[in-house]
């Protein structure tokens, strides 16, 4: 006569084992941030780029081309607007002014760029005056170099932050002056395209 199939079970596992359980796991999955700060090439990271200097730094620089981007909109915008007044009346004269007053923006706009960053340094007491620090500044966002002074230790990184939003603001600025330059150069064409046919009538048309 076959034997009934006995199945086994075993007896749940208590509220105190399962706690000592989830509490081994939380300490496990606790203790996995601390063994990734202590591999070599975090640390060697952490030491080569301190973080404090890149979310100072880099909030800076967001700052930065925030008031570059709100300035080379207003130079853009006046640039259009006073082209498309000397195209009713065209003069090289007026081209040029235009160009130079286009140069003077974006000269006022990078000095104020350098102000902000003096500033920074200044109100984060990276810097105890505001004479170094916009001597600092201008050099290092022109990427110039900072000359003798050095920021205090632990802040050294700022220096090339500083530096590559110069690179960032300069480049933009470049690409600017390009399109402005090739606006009032087909003004200028223009001048002269509506002179040519009255040269030979004798009445070309003045240039200023």
């Avoid at 259009?80 to 007026?94: H, N, T, V």
């Avoid at 290092?140 to 170099?145: F, K, L, P, Q, S």
């Avoid at 220096?159 to 480049?171: K, N, Q």
């Avoid at 933009?172 to 390009?178: A, C, D, H, K, N």
Wanted: net charge neutral; proline share 6%.
């Amino acid at each position: 006569m076959p034997q009934p199939l006995v199945v086994a079970q075993s007896a749940p596992p208590s509220a105190d084992t399962l706690g000592n359980t989830l509490s081994r796991d939380a300490a496990g999955i606790a203790g996995v941030p601390a063994d990734l700060v202590q591999l070599p090439f975090l640390q060697h990271l952490a030491e080569a780029i301190p973080a404090a200097d890149v979310a100072f730094g880099g909030t800076l620089l967001l700052v930065i081309v925030l008031v570059h981007a709100t300035g080379v909109r207003a130079v853009t915008d006046h640039v259009a607007r006073r082209s498309r007044l000397i195209m009713q009346r065209p003069r090289i004269w007026r081209v040029d002014l235009l160009m130079a007053t286009s140069v003077l923006g974006l000269l006022l706009l990078h000095l104020t760029e350098t102000v902000v960053w003096a500033a920074a340094l200044v109100y984060g007491g990276l810097v105890p005056s505001w004479r170094a620090a916009g001597f600092f500044a201008g050099n290092t966002y022109t990427t110039v170099g900072y000359g003798t002074f050095v920021l205090p230790a632990g802040w050294e990184m700022v220096a090339p932050i500083i530096a590559i939003s110069g690179l960032f603001t300069f480049g933009w600025s470049g690409s600017v002056l390009v399109d402005i330059v090739a606006r009032c150069q087909r003004i200028k064409d223009m001048v002269a395209e509506r002179a040519t046919p009255r040269a030979g009538t004798g009445g070309a048309m003045p240039a200023g």
